[in-house]
């Protein structure tokens, strides 16, 4: 398993109300031939950075009938979006989290988002 380094933790509770998004903060060289798995990996490890028991989450395919579970962006393949859904909980949704990963700058944010 790869290592990186978490540059920034943004402390944020999801279920306190924040009206910022929890997010972690990589190195771009993090993102740099982005495969699935990795993609995986990363947002398994914000979610988990935003304090959600991360081990019960599954990743979901972001369109039916489809085996792909990271959503590249056409344009920039090594941003994009997985879906996770907590299998501990039934919350009635098909997903209960989207975790993006896009670039800003020199670095990668990956960013936890839950449904409205």
Known sequence: ??????VTIVAAALVAGCSCDPHITVPISEID??????????TRS???AAGLDA????PIPYWPDSPSLFASNRMDPETGYVLWKDAAHDSGL????????????D???ITVRRPK
């Open 33 to 42: 031939g982005l495969t699935e798995p990795r993609a995986l990996e990363l």
């Open 55 to 58: 081990d019960s989450f599954t």
């Open 94 to 105: 098909v997903w209960d989290y989207s975790v993006s990963i896009r670039r800003h700058d």
């Open 46 to 48: 914000a979610l988990r």
């Open 1 to 6: 398993m790869k290592q990186f380094h978490i």
């Open 107 to 109: 670095k990668a944010v």
